[in-house]
Structures are given as C-alpha cells and as structure tokens.
C-alpha cells in the first residue's frame, strides 16, 4: 500500500481488531447501492466521505446526517460527490461509507496518539467531537496503560466528571472504558508504523457502553525505516515471556511477567510464607505488614521491564479466583549487563518444581535480555535453594560468613549482540 493514509473504513477495521467497539460501516461506491445498504441497516443513517487522501471529512462537505429514506440518501450521495470532485477533483472521491445514526444523548470523546520527539508515542484522552479544538478538555499519557494509568489519565480532564453520571444521568461503564484505553495503547505500542491515530468521537452511550462513531489513521511514508520509527518511552508487557506448566495436582498454572494488578494476589501470597521461607528469602525476618504495604507491593508490581522482570507462578483456583504460587525476580545492577535473581516459592507448593522451573526461565530471560552474568546471594542453611541453583547451571562460591553466592556467566547470544549494534 503506497499511502499514508487508510481510510475510515480501513481504520475501523484495525480497531475492530484490538476488540474496541465501532458502528457498523459498509462501503458504497453509488447512489442506488449506498441507498440499498440504508435499507438495510434501518433508517436513519449516516453518509461519510470515503476517500484515501482527505482525512477531515467534515471540512469539505463531506458527512450528512439523519438521513430517514433512501432518496435522502442517494441525495446525500450526490452532494457528498460534487463538494469533494469541486474542491479536491475526482480522484479525492471513492465513494462513501454507509452508517445507523447513533441515537443522541450520549458523551463524545476523544482518543488519539500522536509522535513526541522525546517521548515516541504520546497518548491523548478528553472531550471530543467537532468542539474539540475550542474545548481542550484533554489529558496526555504514555502506552502501554495498565488499567490503573488508564482511570488516572481520565481523572485528569474535566469531562470525567460527566462519565461518573451528573443530574440523573446514569454513570458510563468506566471499568470498560479503562480496558479499551490499554487495548488502544497496546495497539499504539504494537503498530508503529502508525504516526497519528484518533477516535473523534468515541462516544459514551446512553446505555453506559462505549462506541468508535469515526477514526482517523496516517502511517509514516514509505521512505521511512523501521529503524527510525519512533519507540514508545515505556517498554511494553513482555507477554512472550509467559508460559503455561502443569502442576504435580494436574491443574495448571500460567508463569507470566507480573503485572500492576496482581497487587491483591501479591498480598494473599505473602500470608501463605512460614517464618523460615521469609528468613531465606529476606535474610532476617521482615514483618508481614511490612512486606504486604501498598508503598512497597506498588513497587514491586509495577515493574519497569527495562531494568527489572519479575515472573509469576498464577494458578486458577478450582472453586474460581486465582493465586500466586511463587514469584522469581531478575534485577539489573548497577555493573552494565549484570542483574540479581531472588525465587520464593508459597510453602504449600515447595519441592514440587516451581523454584527449578522460574530459575530456569530467569537464566533464559537474562540470556535474551543481553546480559552476561546472573548472581544471586544463598543462605547456608538454605539447602534447596543451592539444588535450585545449581540444577540451573550456577556455580556456588562459599562466603566468609557461611552463605553462598552463587554466579552465572551468560553467552552472548546472537540475538542480544544484535540488539547491542542496533
């Protein structure tokens, strides 16, 4: 496709794809089929500008609203055509799209991204529809979002206010709205051949639902390189670290990077650990209260994956919820291409595997990562903590106070030597 921009229809589609609601479009290339599809969806409809080189439809004559019969629409059809031939040419016009008027009532948004120079992809949020140049109601971000960075950036304009429910108005359904926020910021995160991107506007229905009305795509131009494409400041969910074991019970288990919502399974974990699994892992004793604080559990889960990957053992429990098993941390150091690992394992599933098995996916991630050496502190009473290590290939060197360390020194893959001249 040699253009730099996708048309509506084409931009609804990639929308469709990350699972974010959109009205129902169809293309129609004459009067008679865009009134055929009119009757077909029900009446009234709406008429847009179908056109691969003009982005801002309304600008040049080309939307018409509440259209309620089929000679409206094959009208409608007609006047889109001659504005567009008149100010653009022909070849600006390639029909038109074909749309069920959204009953009114409802709270337009917007939902956009666009390059920064510093900062790579900067997501936007507020007040949209054909006011929102004049409104400004808007709050930036950075993808991907989690559900957390989602509602914050909401909290920031003032049109949330009216998303809570104002004068009766029944609240729009936020939870949902957090959710196709981080699935528009994986999509930001994902295709970055995407320059600029907006939902102008999305609306939020009278029903509490959520719903793309409009979008508008542009990629960068073909002279462009992939490796000048712009990254986003903030390293995406490493889902492709993520993997699925059976246990010994034969139930299953996924071993995922962790992410900010585990906050609350992170806690119910901490109260299944005996004094002497905290003693191992902490070196002393450190007060549950301490180790479950939400300042502590937020920096914890919150990771930076740059620097830090923590990986998860969730398993679903069989009367529904889930929990964590066991938690492995690989952490960077200040000593380039060097990290630390710590495992802890729930006492109920020790000496079942798990340590083994997230030891081995640390040394596999700080292979990937780049890194040359893994190391990690072991107490010498810890005795399965020394087979863990060196079931995993580290050597363990005796302390003068007793304990171990135990070291790693990782091949320099192909891969992260690649990563390295880039």
């Known amino acids: 496709m040699n253009r730099e921009i996708l048309t509506e229809f084409e931009s609804k589609n990639l929308l ?9 479009t169809r293309i129609a290339r004459r009067p008679e089929e ?8 029900g009446f009234p409809v709406v008429l847009k500008l179908c056109s ?3 982005t801002h439809k309304s600008d040049v004559g080309g939307v018409r609203l509440n259209l309620t019969d089929g000679a409206a629409v094959e009208e409608a059809f007609g006047a889109i055509e001659k504005a567009v031939t008149a100010s653009h040419g022909a070849e600006a016009f390639d029909g038109v799209t074909v749309q069920p008027m959204v009953a009114g009532g409802g ?3 917007i939902l956009g991204s666009s390059p920064d120079a510093q900062f790579g992809p900067v997501l936007l949020f507020g007040a949209g529809g054909k006011l929102v140049e004049i409104v400004k109601d808007r709050a930036l971000g950075l993808p991907p979002l989690t559900a957390t960075l989602a ?5 920031r304009t003032r049109i949330f206010a009216a998303l809570r429910g104002v004068r009766g108005q029944k609240p729009s359904d936020l939870d949902a709205l957090d959710q196709l926020m981080v699935r528009f910021s994986q999509l930001v995160a994902e295709q970055r051949w995407i320059k600029e991107i907006d939902i102008n506007p999305l609306v939020a229905t009278e029903s509490g639902g959520f719903i793309a009305l409009d979008a ?15 990254v986003t400041a903030i390293r995406p969910y490493p889902a492709h670290y993520g993997s699925i074991r059976k246990l010994k019970d034969g139930s299953t288990a996924a071993i995922r990077p962790i992410r900010p919502e585990d906050e609350p399974l992170v806690v119910e974990f901490h109260k299944t650990l005996s004094d002497s699994s905290v003693h191992f892992r902490y070196f002393g004793m450190l007060k549950l209260e301490t180790r479950i604080a939400h300042e502590r559990l937020t920096r914890i889960c919150f990771n930076d994956y740059d620097r830090e990957i ?3 053992v969730d398993r679903e429990r069989p009367g529904g919820g889930h929990e964590i098993l066991g938690i492995g941390r690989l952490s960077r150091t200040i000593e380039a291409g060097e990290a630390d690992f710590a495992i802890l394992i729930s006492d109920e599933w020790q000496r079942q595997g798990l340590g083994t098995e997230l030891m081995t996916k640390l040394v596999r991630i700080a292979e990937e990562e780049g890194l040359n050496r893994l190391s990690g502190s072991v107490m010498s009473g810890n005795s399965g903590m020394q087979k863990i290590c060196r079931t995993a290939g580290l050597q363990l060197h005796r302390l003068p106070d007793g304990d171990y360390q135990a070291d790693l020194m990782l091949p320099k893959s192909l891969a992260a030597l690649r990563r390295r001249v880039k």
């Open 310 to 312: 923590a990986l998860v």
């Open 52 to 54: 691969e080189t003009i």
């Open 16 to 24: 469709e794809a990350y699972g974010i609601p959109v009205v129902r």
């Open 216 to 230: 508008r795509v542009i990629l960068y131009d073909a002279e462009t390189k992939e490796a000048d494409l712009p």
């Open 107 to 109: 709270i337009e948004l």
């Open 34 to 41: 865009a009134a055929r599809i009119a009757s077909e969806f």
């Open 151 to 155: 509602r914050r950036i909401m909290e």
